[in-house]
């Protein structure tokens, strides 16, 4: 029976000068001998036997295995044939170093997609048929050569192939370990053909079946040619059948394959993926901080910058026109032919007085209306709408032994009227709890939100403090610097006085309670006693300024004083006198105004305060409020003022810059460590090339190699993905503790999870197109060529 035949084989190389290795050679083997080929060196008995197992091309003639011609393969034809029906043996051995023995005697089994528990089954029987069960989990530089030439033997066997090829196996083996070897060969030889090529004439003597001796690339003897006969019969019988099953590596094969490869070189491994974590650590922090940074912003935008409110004030203002006037102001808007920023060698000379205008704001009825309307027009968008009256509460306190006046007019100068109303400790609470509660936290036992027009609540700054002023108008005298918040909570030492109780009426004039009077209307039973329901203070990280320390009280509270002091005696009488009906004094108009406004007769607001809920919001409120200026005349129109604005703007900027530089600086890193990756993979191949020969020569297709690689390289990058984020996170802690010391927030370099894993993803990909490149050269590689490299 006859398993190969070789028809007028001829193979050249041509490097640099021609050489004709193998010059027409005809042979045929039978389905079980073995065959020693003998022949000097350069006579081309490796080329013979590369051609045979497919790791090489022959040039012209014909190989005919089981009767099928091969002049048609494909190099997939070829991969299957080698891994299914081929064994090697080299004399160098060619085992995988960084491999076990048994995982060396595995791989071809992995090729041919043999299922793990039965590939390690198989393994460990063939290494014990050449008597190596003890060594199974050592390295092969563990071993010596005869057992290093076994573990070859038995990788050649694991895939029970019908062909044997052996490239001098003995070459490199002393006498008496040679003869354990080719034991195992003629043991093999019983079953499959085995074709060995020899420099040991007599070790071929003593076992060949068939001895074959090579000249200059030609065949000059054959112990045992194949008869014509013996051809006709093989032929008829397996030409049809012959078909060799494709091997395939598995993409999870290649893995595990890679990553055990990777785990061998456990140091290099984690070096290549620190390398190319830099540069996903550069991106990770950047994404952190400007992620943290906006967080930030946009809380500050509605925690701190929504306290800034837009303000609707009265009074008269100057108004600069040279850009668009607020409120759709118009004026004498001289800044028309004025370009910004002239780059020419020009100076102007203008009238300022032309391009400002005064104005006063007259809050109407009507305005108040429009503003009434602008919660359900435009729905969210603002946190709370809040009127300033100019309306006195006649307040009494009892914080200790007698009552007081608590005084609620701020000193006309000095620090009352920088402040505002910061002096009077005295100020009404947005309507809106949610809000409130969004911005400050409750603090002491038993503290709750006032329900009602008699209940209140204390607020203190962010050390738990309060002026003495504050607690001296409460009537605290005592000389104490601390106080426990439950002294305070449920206490009732407030009291409001109506007008009419509080002013007594002497003829026309009317004068105010005296000091003297206070412990009786404290005690009496008209009024509205106010009772502290609980302690507000900023949260930790709101930097509101919403309500400043001292007292807060409720909008039915505001109503009720209205609504009281507006039907009081002293109000009505005001009304209709031209005189201070409390002096006697004349007054002009204004003082008429204020002096109604005081005492509760005139209840338009002296000020709305609206805060939006965020920056956007803002801008439409402001639309809103342009809106009623749009057909009124320039003296009817109200126009606003927005602290905020400026403020957030700068901050805006500069976000955006410093997360500019910071990218740029992070894509740069992110470069580098993803050349350095490629330039790693890069040298692997260089290194691992005799590996990518001997997987070749087990059956590996280029796929399979380039698989290989690409799965490492997957793996680095998913490693040095989660060690840039891993790391990331903890930098985060010492970035977050500097930038809390410097700056005071907390908590800025915040890593999203998102931003996280698509970052692990990106490091994968980024890795996988830097060693792409390689692994392409390594799946390239002539497999001859790579077995020969050292
Ligand atoms: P042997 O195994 O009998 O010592 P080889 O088959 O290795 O001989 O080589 C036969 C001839 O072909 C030699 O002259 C060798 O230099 C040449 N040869 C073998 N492989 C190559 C190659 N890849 N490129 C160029 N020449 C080669
Ligand atoms: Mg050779």
């Known amino acids: 029976m006859q398993k190969l035949k070789l028809e007028k084989i001829k193979k050249t190389y041509n490097s640099g000068e021609v050489v004709t290795a193998l010059k027409g050679i005809s042979l045929g083997f039978r389905e079980n001998e073995l065959v020693s080929i003998l022949g000097p060196s350069g006579c081309g008995k490796t080329t013979l036997l590369n051609i045979i197992g497919g790791l090489d091309r022959y040039d012209s003639g014909d190989l005919v295995i089981n009767g099928l011609s091969t002049k048609e393969f494909k190099n997939s034809d070829w991969d299957a044939y080698r891994n299914r029906s081929i064994g090697f043996v080299f004399q160098s051995y060619n085992l995988i170093g960084h491999q076990t023995v048994l995982q060396n005697v595995e791989i071809a089994m992995t090729l041919s997609g043999v299922s793990t528990s039965e590939r390690k089954q198989r393994a460990k029987q063939a290494l014990t048929e050449v008597g190596l069960a003890e060594h199974l989990n050592k390295k092969p530089n563990q071993l010596s050569g005869g057992q290093m030439q076994r573990v070859a033997i038995a990788r050649a066997l694991v895939n029970d192939p019908d062909i044997i090829l052996a490239d001098e196996p003995t070459g490199a083996l002393d006498s008496h370990t040679s003869i354990q070897v080719m034991d195992i060969l003629k043991e093999v030889a019983k079953t499959r053909l085995v074709i060995m090529v020899t420099h040991n004439g007599e070790l071929a003597e003593e076992y060949s079946d068939r001895i074959i001796r090579f000249l200059d690339g030609e065949v000059q003897s054959d112990s045992n040619p194949i008869a014509e006969a013996e051809t006709e019969k093989a032929s008829q019988q397996t030409a049809k059948e012959q078909k060799f099953k494709k091997t395939s590596m598995s993409l999870i094969t290649a893995t595990a394959l890679s990553f055990k490869n990777l785990l061998t070189k456990r140091g290099r491994t984690l070096i290549t993926a620190f390398a190319g974590s830099i540069g996903i650590i550069g991106v990770a922090l950047v994404l952190a901080l400007s992620n943290g940074l906006s967080t930030y912003m946009n809380s500050m935008q509605s925690d701190t910058l929504s306290s800034f409110p837009i303000t609707i004030g009265t009074g008269e203002q100057i108004i600069d026109l040279t850009e668009r006037g607020p409120g759709g102001l118009e004026g004498n808007n001289d800044a028309a032919g004025y370009t910004e920023y002239p780059k020419d060698n020009v100076m102007y000379s203008y009238d300022s007085e032309k391009n400002s205008t005064k104005h006063s704001n007259i809050i109407t009825e009507d305005y108040l209306n429009y503003i009434g309307k602008l919660e359900t027009e435009l729905p969210n968008a603002v946190n709370n709408i809040s009127y300033r009256h100019g309306v006195n509460i006649n307040l009494l306190a009892k914080g200790q032994g007698t009552a007081v006046k608590f005084e609620t007019t701020s000193a006309p100068s000095g620090m009352g009227m ?373």
């Open 418 to 790: 920088m402040m505002g109303n910061n002096s009077t400790y005295l100020q009404e609470l947005p309507e809106n709890n949610d809000f409130v509660l969004s911005q400050y936290d409750l603090i002491g036992e038993g503290g709750r939100m006032p329900a009602g027009k008699n209940e209140v609540v204390l607020v203190v700054d962010k050390y738990n403090r309060i002026d003495k002023a504050f607690f001296e108008k409460l009537g605290i005298t005592e000389d104490t610097e601390n106080y426990k918040l439950t002294d305070f909570i449920g206490k009732t030492i407030l009291k409001v006085i109506p007008n009419d109780d509080y002013y007594t009426r002497n003829g026309d004039l009317f004068t105010a309670a005296a000091p003297t009077d206070y412990e009786k209307l404290y005690d009496s039973d008209t009024g509205t006693k106010l009772t502290i329901t609980g302690i507000l203070r900023s949260k930790e990280d709101v930097s509101s300024s919403y309500l400043s320390p001292g007292i807060a009280y409720t909008t039915a509270l505001t109503a009720d004083v209205v609504e009281d002091a507006q039907k009081s005696e002293i109000a009505t009488v005001q009304k209709d006198s031209d005189k201070d009906v409390m002096l006697g004094t004349p007054l002009d108009n204004k003082a008429k105004d204020n002096a109604l406004i005081m005492l509760g007769a005139d209840t338009t607001p002296t000020g709305i305060n609206i805060y939006p809920k965020v920056y956007d919001s803002k801008d439409k409120v402001k639309e809103y409020l342009d809106q009623y200026n749009d057909d009124k005349s320039d003296d009817n129109k109200l126009i606003y003022s927005d602290m905020a604005e400026m403020i957030s703007s700068i901050t805006g900027t500069l976000l955006d810059t410093v997360t500019y530089v910071l990218t740029g600086f992070a894509a740069i890193s992110l470069l580098v460590s993803t050349i350095m990756i490629g330039i790693i993979t890069y040298v692997s191949v260089i290194e691992r090339t005799k590996e990518i020969g001997i997987l070749r020569s087990v059956g590996a297709r280029k796929k399979d190699i380039s698989r290989l690689f690409n799965a490492e390289t997957l793996i680095i990058g998913f490693t040095a993905g989660m060690i840039g984020v891993g790391l990331s996170y903890l930098l985060e802690i010492p970035i977050n503790t500097i930038i809390s010391n410097l700056a005071g927030i907390s908590g800025v370099a915040n890593l999203n999870p998102l931003h996280a894993a698509v970052l692990v993803a990106g490091s994968m990909i980024l890795t996988l197109i830097a060693g792409f490149i390689p692994s392409r050269m390594a799946a390239k590689k002539d497999p001859v060529v790579a077995l020969r490299s050292e």
